[in-house]
């Protein structure tokens, strides 16, 4: 762990790892999320956003 | 989705089975239905709505049941009306049917939803979805862009209802997937914000601050014991030295204890070798003459002692005890003493022997005398003796003493240097109050250390909970942020790809526009409006429309949409564009409101308006000019026979049409009401 690591620890908290949204991440997200909508396009299903938040949920734990 | 085939069955004025072949080639790809007004092509283009979604947007929409079909069911009684509807899409044939039973209540059609059975199969198998295949097909959103009455479609082209043109876009191209995924990933984020409200309460303090705190008055507690401890060993060894410096005193009080000891010893012991001095003067007084004398007395007792064996000295006790012998009739010797013996004659003869009693007695005195006398003598020097040896010996110890005594006052003297005891007393009493109160403090600070180590080790475990708990916090935070991004990048091709569909789209409207219209153009604007425009002085400019000129606009933007659906379709990017694929375009009266010229124009594109085109024209629509320009494309063409009971009404509307040489009554007089489908090719 570095200095500032050890200082975000202490100072802020922050757990040791840091999480990193990185493009690929996003870019993941939005073609699962489109494949999602596409597949409940004409369903009436009110569950799409829980759906899309444990999606998110998937791609940062 | 290409038609292939309706049949309806006691569906409104469509009496019995009634068949419609919708089923196009390439080159032939239009299907006309005539029929005059009231003889249901507004109900064949409603079947379509009423078979794909189960509603339909027509007077009287209860009456789904054949009228005469009705009359004819007694009151209580059921029967049904049934649309089926054959087509493919993606390779797949699928055969819809839907049917409603309906049930005659007081001279009424009464049905409900529940009385309706909605069945897809595809490729010969029953699915289980049927809603959902249909609106992944044609969803009820686009089904108004290819399902419409053309005398209508011109409102296409106002700007009020330039939402209808964004949303065909969207709809046709599947954007709206962006949207929706937009809308419900914005719904996800605010779940994950909740959530993550739900891990920190409100205002909770970080265990980090209440750590340094903790931390800070350790700190100032351990700094405080060990400058104590400090300060209590410092006083520690002070108190020591006082109490060396006192030990001093204590011992000068101690030598001086000692000094008085050893000086009342060497006092007694002074006055014992006195009184031996003295016993020993006395001794030699009285008795050190006959010491002296002994010689001369010991001469004196040879010479009695010599006198008296030879007997010159009478001994009395010879005499008594000669007497006692003769008395007790037996001798020392054992020998018994007889009267008339021998041995008492002769103890006789020595009694008469003995010298005077006075005689004897001076010699036993004087011999008693020098017994004495050497007695005496023997005792002197005994005394004498002893009494040296206590003289001896209290000298040794008065020489031990005064030696000791000499000692302790030298010693005293250098103790006896430095402070006083009473001084040194107090400030150790001083120095130990002080100890005590540093000894009470460094218990207190051990205690409050103590406490705060634990307070600490509370607060550590709050920290690896808080860690946790931060952990999770970071993690929806996180989530959030990915959300966002998400929606960042969603929003971004959202607009991207909607601004790329609407310059397509506008393109080919404005390519179909100026093919129908020479010399004006048409464009999908910013704004989503249908803008048709004239080229004035090189540059174009948006000028006033007439209702055929929208018309052409609202038709050109329909095919226009079509066109890039099964363009994308074709292209393999239906994954991408939900919304492509073929559509057919099913129009009712499409030259309704347009004037001869208009209608001619539009009558020749007609047929490039979709891969697969159902117009439902009456005659005064069905110019010669429409005629020709369709004849060629024409795969289907059906008439709509109007029967009526009622001869007055009958001859009002009777019409006929020729087609390729054949007259076809559009109206005929029969018992009841209704319409047939005749199929002229």
Redesign the interface.
Known sequence: MSKEQEENVKEKGLPEESIEITDEITRDLVKEILELERDNLYVNRANLKEQIATLVKTKVR | MKLKKMILHNFRQFYGKQEIDLETSKDSNVVVIHGENGSGKTTILEAFSWCLYGKMDLAQSQNILNEKIFNDLPQGMSSDAKVVLLFEDRHKEYLITRSVQVKNVAGKQYHTPQDQTFEIMRDGIVIDSPK?T???IL?KELKKYFFFDGERIDKLAKPENAKDIEDGIKNIM?I???E??IK??K??K???ADELKNIIPEGEV???EEEDEIIKELDEYKIKLKNNIKRKEDKIAEKEKVSEELKSVEELERDEKLKIEKENALEEYNTSYQKLIEKEKSLISKEAYLAISSDLIFEMNNFLEEKREKGELPSGIREQFIQDLIDRGTCICGTSLVEGDVHVDHLKNLLHKTVKKSVEDGFLRLSAFTDKVSNVEKSFKEKLTELYGQKDTLLGKIEKVTAELSDIKTEMKKKAEGSSSAELIAKRESIEETIEELTEKIGSYKGKIEELQSAHEAIKRA?EQ??TQ??QV??AE??I???Q??IY??ED?YEQLTNKVREKLSDKVSKVFTTIIPGKHAKINHNFELEITKEVNGSMKKTPTSTGENQVASLAFISSLVNLAKEWDEGGNS?VF?GAGTYPVVMDSPFGALDDTNRDLISKYVQSLAPQVIVFVSTSQWSKEVENNLKPYIQHEYILQYHNPNQEKFKASQKSITIDGITYDLSVQDDYEFTKVVKVK
């Open positions: 959902t249909v609106d992944k969803s599947g709206a997937v962006y929706k995924g419900h990933l719904e996800a605010k779940i994950l970080s265990p980090y920290i808080h860690q931060n952990r970071q993690i996180k989530r942020e990915l959300c991004q998400a990048q969603m091709i994954n939900t």
